[in-house]
C-alpha cells in the first residue's frame, strides 16, 4: 500500500543561527509522478514538492524559477486517516 502522507524534515541550515531545530512540512499524494517515475508530493500551497521513492529516497522538486532545491531533506510516512 503506497504511503498518501509524509513528514518532510529539513535540515538545520549552519547560517540561520538556529541549533537543532528542523523545519517540517506536511505533503499528501498528488496524482503526478516525477522524474524518476515515483509519486509526487506536495504541501497545501503547492509551493514544496518532492518525488518520494517507496524506499523513501526524497528529491525536492521547484515549483518556481528561483527556487534551489533542499538538500539532505528526510520523510517520515503519516499514518492514514
Do not use: K
Not at 10 to 34: L, Y
Amino acid at each position: 500500500m503506497d504511503t498518501e502522507r509524509y513528514e518532510l524534515m529539513f535540515p538545520d541550515s549552519p547560517e540561520d543561527g538556529r541549533d537543532h531545530n528542523q523545519d517540517v512540512v506536511i505533503v499528501a499524494r498528488t496524482e503526478r509522478s516525477g522524474p524518476g517515475g515515483h509519486p509526487v508530493y506536495a504541501d497545501v500551497t503547492g509551493i514544496v514538492q518532492a518525488e518520494i521513492s517507496d524506499q523513501g529516497e526524497v528529491r525536492m522538486l521547484p515549483s518556481g524559477g528561483q527556487q534551489a532545491p533542499a538538500q539532505g531533506v528526510r520523510a517520515r510516512p503519516l499514518p492514514s486517516g
